[in-house]
């Protein structure tokens, strides 16, 4: 691993972040990827949080970023607990699997600890993230709205503040700032036309 250095994305990195965004998700879940639309559509949305959209660098290039947002757990006792979500998080294609991302993600939420996140809840790969401290969620009492009734694997979580969570049963929905290009898909073409054509493939591994 190379030396590294993680700074706050600023605007004139807006369009290099959206397209490193979508050279790490192309082809990985789905033939193409939206992860760079969603990107480009949350830094309007009022729970998203400025301070925690982080870029990495390496050599002075861009290679990796993260975004945060707020998000809140609705609790059974009827409490709205709040708490953040993040994603997407890229590493560039040729700097995965190297370290990274793992560095990216744990400097991120010392940041998101700091800001008084209690915890963290995401759809992720266990695989990855299981090395950064997250279990699944229904450990933790929380349950996942879209599949409430399974034990769901890919549904994580990581208390920041130790014990944020006891006490909590409830349940989790991804904001709806994640959903961008089922509502706009003729945006989304539309903002796609922008980038370098890239070949959409069938791989196996996507959803
Ligand atoms: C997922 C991603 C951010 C991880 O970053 P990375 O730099 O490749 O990962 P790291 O090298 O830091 O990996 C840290 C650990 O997680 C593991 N890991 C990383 N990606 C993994 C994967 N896809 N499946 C299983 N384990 C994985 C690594 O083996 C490593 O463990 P080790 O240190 O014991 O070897 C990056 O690969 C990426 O941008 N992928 C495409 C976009 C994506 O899937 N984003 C996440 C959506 S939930």
Redesign the pocket.
Known sequence: MKKYNIRTEQPRDFKIVENLTRE??WN??RPGCV?HFVLHHYRNDPSFIPELSLVMEVDGQII?HVMYAWSKIDADDGRKIRMMTF??????PN???????????DYSMELARKMSAGCLL????I???G?SGFVPAYVKGIRYADDPNSDAPYFLCKELDEGFLDGVMGSYKDPEGYFVTERMPEEFEKYEANFPPKEKLVLPGQL
């Open positions: 790490a998700f990985v879940y992860e990796g994603g997407p998080i890229s590493i560039h700097y995965k699997r190297q370290g990274y991302g793992k560095a990216l993600l995401i759809v992720g790969n695989g990855f993230y090395k």
